[in-house]
Nanobody, 116 residues
């Protein structure tokens, strides 16, 4: 079992920055890839960024150059630094962790609202 708790969501003006954090606990050795996804009202959940246990990183085209994902294995924290935020970044952001053999775990989500 893996538990994930997100924090850092807030209301921010367009052009601003925000940092999301995800604290992981439980069977951490079973985790391979971690990442962030988001879901805006009325839209499907979309992958924002992922980072593998080996440090490989991928971003959605919509956030490349603006968002940075990082993983502190010592503190068991996954972060998402978001800058140059746009109103279309408004969504609930979810942290997730894919394990080697036990599927994918999700956090409860944190709301990010970008005002124009």
């Amino acid at each position: 079992q893996v538990q994930l708790v997100e924090s850092g969501g807030a209301l921010v003006q367009a052009g601003g920055s925000l940092r999301l954090s995800c604290a992981a606990s439980g069977s951490l050795a079973s985790i391979n890839t971690m990442g962030w996804s988001r879901q805006a009202p009325g839209k499907k959940r979309e992958l924002v960024a992922i980072i593998t246990s080996g440090g490989g990183i991928n971003y959605a085209d919509s956030v490349k150059g603006r968002f940075t994902i990082s993983r502190d294995n010592g503190k068991n924290i996954l972060s998402l630094q978001m800058s140059s935020l746009k109103p279309e970044d408004t969504a609930v952001y979810y942290c997730h962790a894919a394990t080697w053999s036990a599927g994918v775990y999700w956090g409860q989500g944190t709301q990010v609202t970008v005002s124009s």
